[in-house]
C-alpha cells in the first residue's frame, strides 16, 4: 500500500474522535504512534502472524512484570536521561554528579537514619565489606544539612529485597538524613552484577537481538534536599568485568569511584574487626530553578504500604 492508502485508513480511524471529547494530549501522541506504526508495517512488511506474535510477547511482558526491565534494556530510559541532560544543558545547567537511569526496583520509605546506616537487615555471607562516605554538596561546594539520600542494591544473587521474598523486607534498603556537615556513610558489602530473568520477556528479546541482558554490579541512589534538584544516579564497581557493556546503558563516566581495600591490620586500627573495601564519594546537587524542566518525573513506584504504590 501507498502513503495516500494509509493515510485513508488513519483518517477514517481519526474520524471517529468526537470534537471537544476526550484528551488532546492522549490524541496527539497516540494518533502520531499509530501513523508512524502504519507506516513501519508497510516499510518492513510486517505480517500479521508477526503482529500476533508481537501482542502475545507483549502479554507475557506484563504477566512477568517485565515492562520495567524492557524499559531499560532497550535504551529507552536512557535515551530519556540523554535527552533531560540536553535539556540541562540548553538551560545552562551542569550537574556535577552525573544523572543516571533510576530502573524499576526502588521501593518507597526506607528506614531513615542519621548521616550512618547499616544497609542490611540480615548480614550476606561470604561477601566483601563495604563502607561508603562522602558529602552532599551544593553547587559551590558546601555542605547540604538535611539532605535524604535513599540507597538501594541487590545481594550476592542479584536479587531485591520487595521483589524478591526471601528477604526482609527493605533489606540493601535505607534512607540518610545528613547533618550540618553534609556528610553520610553506610555499611553494606559490593554488590556483583546480574542478569535479567532467564526465559523471561526481555532475555527473549535480548537473545532476537543478539544481545545480552547483563548489567555490571552497581548501587542506586537518590539524593534530594528542599529547594534542590533531585539527582537520581548510580555508581558502578570498579573492576566489574561488564563495565562499559551495560545491557541497560546506565554506567557513565563519573561514575565508577576508587575503591580502597583496607587490610584486617588496618581495619583494627581504625576500631574494625574485618578487612572491607572502602569508597568516597561526593553527591554534588544543584538548586531548583524557574523555567527549566523538573528534576522529578513522578512515576509510579513501588512502595511497601499498597496505598502509596
Known amino acids: 500500500m501507498n502513503r495516500i492508502e494509509i493515510d485513508q485508513i488513519l483518517s477514517k480511524i481519526q474520524a471517529t474522535e468526537k470534537e471537544g471529547a476526550g484528551n488532546p494530549r492522549v490524541k496527539e501522541i497516540f494518533n502520531r504512534l499509530l501513523r508512524d506504526l502504519f507506516y513501519a508495517i508497510e516499510d518492513l512488511n510486517i505480517t500479521d502472524t508477526e503482529l500476533w506474535m508481537a501482542l502475545d510477547y507483549l502479554n507475557k511482558a506484563g504477566r512477568e512484570g517485565e515492562w520495567g526491565l524492557l524499559y531499560a534494556g532497550t535504551g529507552l530510559e536512557h535515551y530519556i536521561d540523554e535527552r533531560l541532560d540536553w535539556e540541562d544543558a540548553q538551560a545552562g545547567l551542569i550537574p556535577k554528579t552525573p544523572r543516571t537511569i533510576e530502573g524499576p526496583l526502588y521501593v518507597a520509605g526506607s528506614p ?10 540480615v548480614p550476606e555471607k561470604d561477601a566483601e565489606r563495604l563502607y561508603m562516605q562522602g558529602y552532599v554538596l551544593d553547587e559551590s561546594g558546601a555542605p547540604v544539612e538535611g539532605a535524604l539520600i535513599e540507597v ?11 521483589f524478591d521474598s526471601t528477604q526482609p523486607e527493605f533489606n540493601l534498603r535505607r534512607a540518610i538524613r545528613t547533618g550540618k556537615d553534609g ?19 526481555t532475555d527473549l528479546l535480548m537473545t532476537a537481538l543478539g544481545r545480552h541482558g547483563s ?30 557493556q551495560d545491557f541497560a546503558f546506565a554506567d557513565k563516566d563519573g561514575l565508577v569511584p576508587e575503591i580502597t581495600r583496607i587490610s584486617l591490620e588496618q581495619a583494627k586500627e581504625n576500631g574494625m574487626d574485618e578487612p572491607y573495601a572502602s569508597i568516597d564519594f561526593n553527591f554534588n546537587i544543584v538548586r531548583e530553578r524557574d523555567g527549566i524542566a523538573l528534576g522529578e518525573n513522578h512515576r509510579k513506584r513501588a512502595s511497601a504500604d499498597p496505598q502509596n504504590a
Open 112 to 121: 531513615e537514619t542519621q548521616s550512618f546506616a547499616h544497609l542490611e537487615t
Open 215 to 244: 548489567r555490571p554490579a552497581h548501587i542506586h541512589f537518590f539524593v534530594t534536599a528542599p529547594k534542590f534538584r533531585k539527582l537520581t544516579t548510580q555508581i558502578n564497581i570498579a573492576g566489574d568485568p561488564l563495565l562499559g
Open 152 to 162: 538501594w542494591h541487590c545481594n550476592l544473587k542479584g536479587m531485591y529485597s520487595h
Open 183 to 201: 556528610k553520610y556513610q553506610f555499611k553494606s558489602f559490593l554488590p556483583v552484577g546480574y542478569s535479567c530473568p532467564p526465559g523471561g520477556s
